[in-house]
């Protein structure tokens, strides 16, 4: 049998190695040659070549260390923070938000604009596409990517949104795919859950980053998991769609079209409606966050009920995935740390004691934005060149 010979182009192993420290730089940040050298595995002189290419293309920059060792310091080498930017837009059914950071992460505050969500898809990419413009206008450095977040069900192997329940003209569309066909900088569009899990991941512990689930409970409830070090997407990326569980059948009509979603009394929209119902007038949610921080006892009942149904779905996320961690990105709910303890409370009698024991229940620590950016950085990497596992 004639046997098989697989060539790796010079170029192409570049390439490899080059993602292989993006990757690791994204993940644990600034760092030495030496350190590279060492968690790659690969030659001094191959590190030296890759993170100097690297450097020629400007996605990498090179800075002093904080606290310099005795004699003469080596430089350490990190994601870059001018010379390569990223965006990151949020759409939501009342507003959309533009983010402007570099490689490193770091959102450029100063940049951010928002905007009222239009009430067409056309006016809606065309509004994004002048606001985008408008955020990178003075900067010298070159836009890499820009991640798209939207709170729906994304069909990866489509790449379309599935059903947005909070802004149905994006059903059947793709925002991210549109706005770079005006725009000309690469787009992607992400899903919420998966991009909060990346940018969690870059500000978690080694000991723990690798295996823990993140809720988002800001419109609907979507589950994002890290195991094993790498998102899990499912068969066309939509894994996680624990919201649209139905618990009552009778219960009330979902942005999906059915009743009794799991995500009708476990969210942020869902303490909204019930406060507002109760109090006989429409809330905003700022004003339902007060509301709750100054009259709980007034509100005793409809806290127990979505802190009861947020717990009914941790327990089923942690007794599937067995996570070290499942963090709560809440905006209006989960504010007060007395309504984290119930949530808690209601676990240990909803969940597996051994499971529900050996897993933090913890807000998350980053935002929407930083998700969104995280998202786009990930996106780059990842298609920088095939991975070598």
């Known amino acids: 049998m004639r046997s098989t010979k697989i060539r790796v182009e010079p170029a192409l192993l570049r390439r490899i190695n080059e993602r292989r420290l993006l990757e690791f730089l994204q993940i644990s ?25 690297l450097l020629e293309q400007g996605l990498l920059e090179e800075i002093d260390p904080v606290r310099p060792a005795m004699g003469r310091p080596g430089r350490l080498v990190r994601m870059a923070s001018a010379s390569a930017l990223v965006l990151g837009v949020l759409v939501n059914a009342d507003r959309c938000t533009i983010v402007v950071a570099g490689l490193d992460g770091r959102i450029d505050d100063h940049r951010t604009r928002h905007l009222v ?44 949104v599935v059903c947005c329940a909070n802004l149905h003209m994006l059903d059947r569309r793709n925002p991210a795919r549109d706005l770079e066909s005006r725009i000309g900088v690469r787009c992607r569009l ?14 978690s512990d080694a000991a723990d980053r690798d295996d823990f689930c993140v809720f988002d409970i800001t419109t609907g ?10 998102l899990v997407a499912g068969h066309s990326g939509m894994a996680g769609e624990i919201g649209h569980v139905v618990i009552d059948p009778d219960g009330s009509l979902c ?53 009861n149904r947020l717990a009914l ?25 007395a309504r984290c303890d119930a949530v808690r409370a209601a676990l240990k009698r909803l969940g597996l004691a051994a499971s529900v024991d050996d897993c933090r229940v913890e807000r998350t620590r980053s935002s929407k934005e930083q998700a969104a950016v995280a998202g786009i950085i990930h996106e780059i990497t990842q298609t920088w060149a095939p991975a070598l596992r």
């Not at 992400?190 to 940018?199: E, F, R, V, Y």
Request: neutral net charge.
């Open 255 to 307: 942005g999906c079209g059915n009743r009794g979603c799991l995500e009708t009394l476990a969210t942020d929209a869902a303490i909204v409606r019930l406060v507002s119902t109760k109090a006989g007038t429409a809330l905003a949610p700022d004003e339902v966050a007060r509301l709750l921080e100054e009259r709980p006892a007034d509100f005793a009942c409809e806290i127990d009920t979505v802190a």
């Open 29 to 53: 940040g600034p760092s030495s040659r030496a350190r590279l050298r060492k968690i790659s595995g690969l030659t001094a002189p191959t590190v030296s070549k890759v993170v100097d290419s």
């Open 190 to 203: 992400l899903k919420g859950t998966s991009a909060l899990c990346l940018s969690e991941r870059a500000c």
């Open 117 to 160: 969500t239009p009430a067409t898809y056309q006016g809606l990419i065309a509004a994004l596409d002048r606001e985008c413009r408008a955020a990178l206008v003075g900067l010298a450095g070159a836009p890499q990517g820009i991640g798209v977040v939207v709170d729906g069900l994304i069909n990866d192997r489509e790449q379309e």
């Open 313 to 337: 779905a941790a327990s089923m996320a942690i007794n599937i995935l067995n996570p070290t961690r499942l963090l709560i990105h809440s905006r209006v709910f989960l504010v007060s740390e």
């Open 221 to 230: 409830i979507g589950l994002g998991i890290m195991s094993g070090g790498s």
